[in-house]
């Protein structure tokens, strides 16, 4: 969570508005390498932000949190499974 009043720079490198008249806030972004995947609200084709109802359920759906958490155990399962073969393969190279 960031707070766009106490570092403006990365409201404007998100084109985020921060005055105090904003529709913008509060913003919510899934940032993946560094790079804004998605946004809520998120603008329509004419640049009028769509309205959205900020609760648990609307965000975990939106931002399909369950399926990035299933993601992330994956790729660290994954991650340690390879670690553990290489281990493996070190200690039998070493004979």
Excluded: I, W
């Excluded at 932000?49 to 958490?69: H, M, V």
């Amino acid at each position: 969570m960031m707070c766009f009043f106490t570092y403006p720079e990365a409201a404007a490198k998100y084109r985020v508005q921060d005055g105090p008249t904003s529709r913008q806030l509060p913003t919510v972004l899934l940032l993946s390498e560094g790079q804004e995947k998605m946004r809520r609200p998120q603008p329509d084709h004419s640049g009028k932000l769509q309205k959205f109802l900020f609760s648990k359920d609307n965000l975990k759906a939106a931002f399909d949190l369950d399926g990035l958490y299933q993601d992330c155990k994956d790729k660290l399962a994954s991650a340690k499974a390879n670690k553990k073969t290489e281990k493996t393969k070190e200690k039998f190279d070493s004979y």
